[in-house]
């Protein structure tokens, strides 16, 4: 591999393409001139359609397969092996999605893999977070392909339009041979109308100190809602109970960096930092005035959130 | 079934890690060292599916320095049957470990590799996915669910919009998330029990594998330090400082 060409593994759910994959291309251009997208799914037509109009993309290769309809890991896997030497640099945002296949993809190229990454210094060298954000490593890759997860927050994304590549197709014959050892059973997504929590330019989180998910829906979604902010939550609230899951921002949760972070009776444990810390501003409403978060927050209010917060929001409504 | 569970030694997750001055790394000379708590989490699986009568065995790995066997005795006294140590002050990177467990693996037999979907301290998030791609077996990633039966590993896990779940045919590769159970803490006789269980201790050599680093660290910094806030006294001063201080709403 002489040229050096990048190929984004496109982030969807075969309907739409999701916005994490400009950053991850973003990062791309700045590993090569040239950049591919991978749309591996099954009725991705539109997906293509959005991807080929990414600006700086040169080819969209699109595998349309029952195969590939749930992103299962080893069907995807093997569909980016079946191209993944005619790159120098495979990418994925830091997804679930992303961080499920890509390790299966460079372990199978024995090559390393960079997780994380949030900036790009040279075609073989980047810069990744360690210790839940605490240190930053410079790492340099020896591997003739390079595989990285990319965390979005560490990159403007490209214009989603501009661009008008060409959409290649190709057989998923690679993926169909490997879909036997795993299969789909099902999915409890959460259904809401917010903005996704990391694409959301402002997002209210709520902490243990709400004591219960009752107290969450009456103190922290109006606030939500007053701001058209999508919804957080700490490890502690997930853990009691309070909110699904996929709220949780953090080291092991998500990373989010929106314009606005408003932090509800969270007190700021260093994996709860980790997720956040790089929002552009930080609000913290706590009772304890030893709370880190405050050490984070641009504007700090020490006070009781269930007077202060719907004061807040009657404030913005 | 016979189970292989992997553990990581790792600095304690309560402790802030100061980077070196030189740069070269983060400074964990006299830092408290624990388990990976979602090898933890991992083990306590483990332990329970023995408890249920699935596994009949289970064997905890670990790789690295010789102080690695505390961090073993610590699983053992969970429930674990018998150890291994990969012994080796190299610095082992995810490739490296997945090819070790790989080894492992095959010599032992196993039909179940359960281990953290990451570390806490280089936060990777690889090495049970490289493992599955080096046994060409299926994985489940994030796992907040697992029920074996017949031959099968029916796993939920936890993914960006919710929940999601899949079925694997054994042997597999699962990882933990935080909610697939909470560990039991360990008593004290079980940690003199723990004592008594075997635990050997092997070379990479002697797996026969490569485990050459792939990435050199250039160096180690402090992220950039958030400029320190102002405290605002009550929703009013604080609104006002929104709107026209940082004009974010």
């Keep these: 591999m002489s040229a050096l060409i990048s190929l984004v593994i496109a982030e969807h759910d075969n309907q739409f393409l999701k916005a994490a994959t400009l950053n991850a291309v973003a990062a791309a251009l700045q590993c090569s001139p040239e950049v591919d997208i991978l749309v ?25 397969s029952l195969a590939l309809a749930n992103q299962l890991a080893e069907p995807l896997a093997a569909q980016i092996l079946s191209i993944a030497k005619n790159y120098s640099h495979i990418l994925a945002p830091a997804t679930a999605n992303g961080k499920n296949v890509l390790p ?36 340099q890759s020896g591997d003739s392909i390079k595989v990285i997860t990319v965390r979005t927050t560490g990159f403007d994304p490209v214009a989603a339009t501009g661009g008008s590549a060409a ?53 922290v979604v109006p606030l939500a809602d007053a701001l058209g902010a999508a919804l957080g939550a700490s490890r502690a609230a997930v853990d009691a109970g309070y909110v699904p899951n996929d709220y949780q921002v953090g080291q092991t949760g998500k990373i989010v960096a929106p314009q606005l972070y408003v932090a509800v009776g969270i007190s700021g444990a260093i994996q709860h930092l980790a997720g956040m810390k790089d929002s552009k501003v930080i609000v913290a409403i706590n009772k304890d005035p030893e709370a880190p978060i405050f050490s984070v927050a641009d504007y700090g209010l020490v006070a009781d959130l269930f007077t202060a917060v719907p004061e807040l929001t009657k404030a913005l409504s | 079934m016979k189970i292989l ?23 964990i000379a006299n830092v408290k060292m624990s388990m990976n708590p979602f090898d933890e989490i991992a083990v306590e699986e483990a332990v329970r599916l023995k408890e249920a009568g699935i596994v009949t065995e289970i064997i905890v790995v670990s790789a690295g320095a010789t102080q690695c066997q505390e961090t073993l005795r610590t699983a053992l006294a969970i429930g674990a049957d018998r150890a291994i140590l990969v012994e080796s002050d190299a610095d082992l990177q995810p490739l490296a470990v997945a090819k070790i467990l790989k080894a492992l693996t095959d010599k032992e037999q196993a039909q179940m590799v359960i281990l953290g979907k990451q570390a806490i301290d280089d936060d990777s998030n690889q090495t049970g996915q490289m493992l599955a791609a080096l046994l060409d077996i299926p994985q489940a990633t994030f796992a907040s669910k697992v029920v074996i039966a017949d031959g099968k590993a029916t796993v939920t896990r936890e993914v960006d919009g919710g929940l999601e779940t899949i079925a694997l045919t054994l042997p597999a590769v699962i990882t933990t998330d935080l909610r697939l159970n909470e560990p039991r803490y360990v008593t004290l006789p079980n940690i003199m029990k723990a004592k008594k269980k075997t635990l050997e201790i092997v070379k990479p050599d002697e797996l026969g594998v490569d485990i050459a680093p792939r990435l050199k660290t250039i160096k180690v910094e402090e992220p950039p330090k958030r400029s320190a806030g102002v405290m605002v006294a009550d929703i009013a001063a604080l609104v006002e400082k929104l709107k026209n201080e940082a004009k974010v709403i």
């Design chain 1, 40 to 64: 591996a799914g099954n009725g991705t037509d539109a997906v293509a359609q959005a991807a080929s109009q990414i600006t700086g993309v040169r080819k969209v290769i699109q595998v349309e």
């Design chain 1, 104 to 139: 299966r993809v460079a372990a199978t190229l024995d090559v390393a893999q960079l997780s994380d990454v949030t900036k790009v210094v040279s075609a073989d060298t980047f810069e990744r977070p360690i210790y839940a954000g605490n240190a930053i490593a410079t790492v």
């Design chain 1, 167 to 219: 959409i290649e197709k190709q057989s998923g014959d690679a993926a169909v041979s490997n879909a036997s050892s795993s299969s789909f059973v099902g999915r409890e997504l959460t259904k809401s109308d917010r903005p996704e929590l990391t694409a959301a330019k402002i997002i209210v989180s709520g902490g243990r100190g709400l004591g219960s998910g009752e107290k969450y829906q009456e103190v």
């Design chain 2, 5 to 27: 569970v992997a553990v990581k030694r790792v600095v304690d997750y309560n402790v802030k890690v100061r980077v070196k001055s030189d740069n070269s790394g983060v400074d």
